[in-house]
């Protein structure tokens, strides 16, 4: 079983910036992909970015990209979301997942095994 526990949430005001982590417990996630997805109120979780165990990224939601950077610790067992020039509608929890192989579909939510609890990120115009 894999505990994931993210952290780094909080109000930002627009244009400022923030760096999720997401640290994982109960197995080694060095050959795991790894992924963040948000979920604004009312709306359904969206997939923001993946890392497989190679380091290769994936990027999901066109507005996030050139502004959100993924990126792993092995050593840590720790994920990454670098977030910067932040905006309004990035506002939403944003939630950690991950998962024993390589990235295939990350875009899916049922591709994932392992959630986090999520952490809050609002932007404040």
């Known amino acids: 079983q894999v505990q994931l526990v993210e952290s780094g949430g909080g109000l930002v005001q627009a244009g400022g910036s923030l760096r999720l982590s997401c640290a994982a417990s109960?197995?080694?996630?060095?050959?795991?992909?790894l992924g963040w997805f948000r979920q604004a109120p009312g709306k359904e979780r969206e997939f923001v970015a993946a890392?497989?165990?190679?380091?290769?990224?994936?990027y999901g939601v066109d507005s996030v990209k050139g502004r959100f950077t993924i990126s792993r610790d092995n050593a840590k067992n720790t994920v990454y979301l670098q977030m910067n020039s932040l905006k309004p509608e990035d506002t939403a929890v944003y939630y950690c997942?991950?998962?024993?192989?390589?990235?295939?579909?990350?875009?899916?939510?049922?591709?994932?095994?392992?959630w986090g609890q999520g952490t809050q990120v609002t932007v404040s115009s």
């Open positions: 997942a991950a998962r024993g192989s390589t990235v295939i579909m990350p875009a899916r939510t049922t591709f994932w095994a392992f």
């Open positions: 109960g197995r080694t996630l060095s050959a795991y992909a």
């Open positions: 890392i497989g165990g190679n380091g290769r990224p994936t």
